[in-house]
């Protein structure tokens, strides 16, 4: 222990300069056969040197500069270079990580045994620093408690008052726009549990989306909860600056860069859980827009039923994904679940003897056993790149993230025809105009009944909270408008609002869909350029549910309320609710 901290030469020396008088070298050698602390813990235990003292002494002698790791925030990565055992055997820990050079703080930089295994063990050129024992101790504990981005969550009492009230008696309250000022109050303790509060506060909501919005006199920050926004409490608009920094720094992203947009990831460990957040920065006119798009994969099912499709629906998917090749198509707006959906086919679908692999913009869930590619347009790896390249490659099932032109289309069918399963989105309404999107592209019908072999439509709707929901039976009239059986009990629900769904009345997302099967008389319709209606009236006479029709059974089995499937299917049918 001696030699990994503060060996008798250290000692001697400090005693000959002065530092230490010879009765507190008696106490410090005596003492320390019967602690188990460390020299620098008893010196400053005794107070015989102060911390800027002793961490002087320290830097001048090993000749390497000085550090103090809650000064920074080391990344997921840089953490993950040094196995937890061998940092707590050591009292190492991984700061920062520039090119192939990693900056350690240690001890005894004088080890040079111990900066060649560090070496061996990263194989990285070593940067040692030196600190304190308690502080590299107390870093370790944070750091290596949970991998991945710390994520320290603020005591009941601290709020973002409260932390802004301590910045501000610092008085850092005004902001400077210069590039070094940003770097260091995204590295303050302060500005960093702001940003984690607010994280947390957004994960604890199960939000899918944090937003960070800039105006002239004030910040706004909402969150996405259940598909439809929430204010939350936001901190001065001094604060914009220092928090998009933060999030620049924890997603490696430049932070001097203010003028263009830019896009990044991390990841964070909550109540250890991993939380993946994807990270879109866009200039506006009042400063820098934050939008964090949270992936919790507790939250996360890739379980079709789990989703919210009904048995029928889910098995009519997976008949399909098990074909040995063509083409399925999922469609809806943005938000609507259409990548967790073919997600979902992928997890039915994986293993040892298929080639699966990805290509999106950007990768939204890493899931290992998957080959996924991340589409980086700026250098040239676009979808179609992409697409080319994964062809040589001999995949089974390949994921196109979105087909967005004629290009990807066009490489997307070969592929559904030359023996390739393709699984892909479109932005569309509904299944028949993902046919009419494709016929307006330029491909020929042909092409599309030889290789599309399902289209899913799909939404998402709030679930009533099964505490306090409320159920009514439906009236005459409404059994009439809404097509049903009289016989039927016909009951639905209404939402009321209590504590466990913050008293909304709503708790979670499920998923409705329509999906439209290629049969011989839909793929006749297609051959002769039939309007989207027309086919989708012959598509419900085969036996499709459209979305309200899939919303509506959904409605009456309890899972929502016929207000929210109004809401989300306005646009499928004429039907209101008084």
């Given at each position: 222990m001696v030699s990994e901290v503060l060996n008798q030469r250290l000692l001697n020396k400090m005693t000959k300069q002065g530092l230490l008088k010879e009765a507190d070298y008696e106490t410090l050698v005596s003492e320390k056969d019967k602690s188990e602390e460390s020299f620098q813990e008893l010196i400053l235990?005794?107070?015989?040197?102060?911390?800027?003292?002793?961490?002087?002494?320290?830097s001048n002698e090993f000749k390497c500069p000085s550090i103090n790791p809650n000064d920074f925030t080391p990344d997921e990565e840089v953490i993950q270079l040094i196995p937890a055992v061998f940092a707590y055997k050591h009292h190492v820990l991984p700061i920062a990580r520039s090119n192939n050079t990693l900056t350690v703080a240690m001890e005894n930089p004088g080890n040079l045994v111990l900066v060649d295994d560090i070496k061996a063990?990263?194989?990285?050129?070593?940067?040692?620093?030196?600190?304190?024992?308690?502080?590299?101790?107390?870093?370790?504990?944070?750091?290596?408690?949970?991998?991945?981005?710390?994520?320290?969550?603020?005591?009941?009492?601290e709020s973002i008052q409260e932390l802004v009230r301590i910045v501000q008696e610092k008085k850092e309250q005004d902001v400077e726009n210069?590039?070094?000022?940003?770097?260091?109050?995204?590295?303050?303790?302060?500005?960093?549990?702001?940003?984690?509060?607010?994280?947390?506060?957004?994960?604890?909501?199960?939000?899918?989306?944090?937003?960070?919005?800039?105006?002239?006199?004030?910040?706004?920050?909402?969150?996405?909860?259940?598909?439809?926004?929430?204010?939350?409490?936001?901190?001065?608009?001094?604060?914009?600056?220092?928090?998009?920094?933060?999030?620049?720094v924890m997603?490696?992203?430049?932070?001097?860069?203010?003028?263009?947009?830019?896009?990044?990831?991390?990841?964070?460990?909550?109540?250890?859980?991993e939380v993946d957040i994807r990270v879109s920065i866009l200039p506006t006119s009042f400063g820098e827009k934050v939008c964090l798009r949270i992936l919790d994969k507790k939250t996360?099912?890739?379980?079709?039923?789990?989703?919210?499709f009904s048995h029928t629906e889910a098995e009519q998917i997976k008949m399909y994904s098990t074909k040995p090749h063509g083409m399925i198509l999922v469609t809806g707006p943005t938000g609507s679940g259409k990548t967790t959906t073919l997600y979902s086919v992928l997890a039915y679908l994986d293993g040892p003897d298929k080639n699966i692999t990805t290509v999106e913009d950007p990768v939204e869930y890493e899931v290992n056993g998957i080959n996924q590619v991340n589409v980086r347009e700026p250098i040239g790896l676009t979808f179609p790149a992409a697409l080319r390249s994964i062809l040589r490659q001999d995949p089974d099932i390949i994921l196109i993230g979105e087909i967005?032109?004629?290009?990807?289309?066009?490489?997307?069918?070969?592929?559904?025809?030359?023996?390739?399963?393709?699984?892909?989105?479109?932005?569309?309404?509904?299944?028949?105009?993902?046919?009419?999107?494709?016929?307006?592209?330029?491909?020929?019908?042909?092409?599309?009944?030889?290789?599309?072999?399902?289209?899913?439509?799909?939404?998402?709707?709030?679930?009533?909270?099964?505490n306090c929901k409320t159920g009514f039976k439906a009236d005459q009239e409404l059994i009439a408008r809404l097509n049903l059986d009289p016989k039927k009990p016909n009951t639905f629900y209404r939402p009321a609002g209590c504590s466990k769904c913050r008293s909304t009345g709503y708790k979670g997302r499920s998923v409705i869909s329509e999906i439209l099967a290629m049969s011989p008389e839909i793929k006749s319709l297609v051959m002769k350029r039939t309007s989207g209606e027309v086919i989708k009236q012959a598509a419900r006479r085969n036996g499709m549910n459209t979305l309200r029709e899939s919303g509506i059974e959904k409605a009456l089995a309890?899972?929502?309320?016929?207000?929210?499937?109004?809401?989300?299917?306005?646009?499928?049918?004429?039907?209101?609710?008084?």
């Amino acid at each position: 222990m001696v030699s990994e901290v503060l060996n008798q030469r250290l000692l001697n020396k400090m005693t000959k300069q002065g530092l230490l008088k010879e009765a507190d070298y008696e106490t410090l050698v005596s003492e320390k056969d019967k602690s188990e602390e460390s020299f620098q813990e008893l010196i400053l235990k005794h107070r015989f040197l102060s911390e800027t003292q002793l961490i002087s002494f320290l830097s001048n002698e090993f000749k390497c500069p000085s550090i103090n790791p809650n000064d920074f925030t080391p990344d997921e990565e840089v953490i993950q270079l040094i196995p937890a055992v061998f940092a707590y055997k050591h009292h190492v820990l991984p700061i920062a990580r520039s090119n192939n050079t990693l900056t350690v703080a240690m001890e005894n930089p004088g080890n040079l045994v111990l900066v060649d295994d560090i070496k061996a063990i990263t194989n990285l050129k070593i940067q040692p620093t030196v600190a304190l024992s308690k502080v590299i101790t107390k870093a370790l504990e944070r750091y290596y408690s949970k991998s991945g981005v710390p994520m320290e969550e603020p005591t009941s009492e601290e709020s973002i008052q409260e932390l802004v009230r301590i910045v501000q008696e610092k008085k850092e309250q005004d902001v400077e726009n210069d590039t070094m000022s940003l770097l260091k109050q995204a590295q303050e303790t302060p500005v960093i549990k702001i940003a984690n509060l607010l994280l947390l506060d957004a994960i604890k909501r199960k939000s899918s989306d944090l937003f960070i919005e800039p105006w002239e006199t004030n910040i706004r920050v909402r969150c996405r909860v259940d598909g439809l926004l929430e204010e939350i409490p936001a901190p001065p608009k001094t604060f914009g600056s220092a928090l998009v920094s933060r999030f620049k720094v924890m997603s490696q992203l430049d932070i001097a860069e203010r003028r263009i947009p830019q896009d990044g990831r991390f990841k964070i460990k909550v109540q250890d859980r991993e939380v993946d957040i994807r990270v879109s920065i866009l200039p506006t006119s009042f400063g820098e827009k934050v939008c964090l798009r949270i992936l919790d994969k507790k939250t996360q099912s890739h379980d079709l039923e789990k989703l919210g499709f009904s048995h029928t629906e889910a098995e009519q998917i997976k008949m399909y994904s098990t074909k040995p090749h063509g083409m399925i198509l999922v469609t809806g707006p943005t938000g609507s679940g259409k990548t967790t959906t073919l997600y979902s086919v992928l997890a039915y679908l994986d293993g040892p003897d298929k080639n699966i692999t990805t290509v999106e913009d950007p990768v939204e869930y890493e899931v290992n056993g998957i080959n996924q590619v991340n589409v980086r347009e700026p250098i040239g790896l676009t979808f179609p790149a992409a697409l080319r390249s994964i062809l040589r490659q001999d995949p089974d099932i390949i994921l196109i993230g979105e087909i967005r032109d004629l290009t990807t289309m066009d490489i997307a069918i070969k592929a559904a025809l030359t023996g390739h399963l393709v699984l892909s989105t479109l932005h569309t309404n509904d299944t028949t105009g993902s046919i009419t999107r494709m016929l307006n592209m330029g491909i020929e019908p042909f092409l599309i009944t030889s290789s599309v072999l399902m289209i899913s439509a799909q939404r998402l709707v709030r679930k009533l909270c099964p505490n306090c929901k409320t159920g009514f039976k439906a009236d005459q009239e409404l059994i009439a408008r809404l097509n049903l059986d009289p016989k039927k009990p016909n009951t639905f629900y209404r939402p009321a609002g209590c504590s466990k769904c913050r008293s909304t009345g709503y708790k979670g997302r499920s998923v409705i869909s329509e999906i439209l099967a290629m049969s011989p008389e839909i793929k006749s319709l297609v051959m002769k350029r039939t309007s989207g209606e027309v086919i989708k009236q012959a598509a419900r006479r085969n036996g499709m549910n459209t979305l309200r029709e899939s919303g509506i059974e959904k409605a009456l089995a309890g899972d929502t309320s016929l207000d929210e499937i109004f809401r989300v299917t306005a646009g499928d049918q004429e039907l209101e609710v008084e």
